[in-house]
């Protein structure tokens, strides 16, 4: 499937600026994250915004298209700036520098997500309900403390993956 031509995936020397958004989908104590039959590792709902579009239309939209529900923004809860190295294979070792906005939702008590979507490189997804004392690996790792005593700020993180040089 590749980079779709509206993404807001930029190139940017060898590696690429993403702008994404996330959701956050918060039931009974626990948040849901999605996985892939690629990657040994979840993520957050959600996705590349497309160009047009402002970043809460693109998580109403991304939740629609993970989970089959259409669900309200409650408000914004994070922004991340991101350096990480790609592990999907149009991206295999390449530097990514990303910024994502992350959404608390309004989930309302009858909500019952159904998984239909794929990666971009077209390896099916799954939903996985998770608390944050589970012991999986997920991204972005500050979830599994800021979504256990949610406050009604803004927050900013910074997480940088890149190697230093020897």
């Keep these: 499937m590749g980079i779709k031509a509206n993404d807001m995936t930029v190139p940017c020397g060898d590696g690429f600026i993403n702008i994404r958004v996330g959701a956050i989908i918060i039931r009974n104590g626990k948040f849901l994250m999605v996985g892939n039959e690629r990657a040994d590792y979840l993520y957050s709902v959600g996705g590349r915004i497309k160009f047009g579009e402002t970043a809460q239309e693109a998580v ?20 991340h700036e991101n350096y ?45 309900w998770v608390s944050p004392d589970d012991d999986v690996t997920f991204y972005p790792e500050f979830f599994r403390t800021e979504l256990s005593h ?17």
């Excluded at 390449?94 to 990666?119: A, G, H, N």
């Design 60 to 79: 109403i939209r991304e939740v629609r298209e993970e989970t089959g529900i259409t669900l309200d923004v409650d408000r914004l809860g994070f922004i």
């Design 150 to 166: 949610p406050v009604n700020t803004v927050k900013h993180f910074v997480t940088d993956d890149r190697r230093t040089a020897d």
């Design 84 to 128: 990480f190295y790609g592990d999907s294979p149009a991206k295999e070792g390449r530097l990514i520098y990303e910024v994502s906005y992350f959404f608390y939702m309004k989930v309302p008590d009858d909500f019952e997500p159904v998984s239909s979507d794929f990666t971009e490189d077209n390896s099916k997804e799954h939903l996985v």
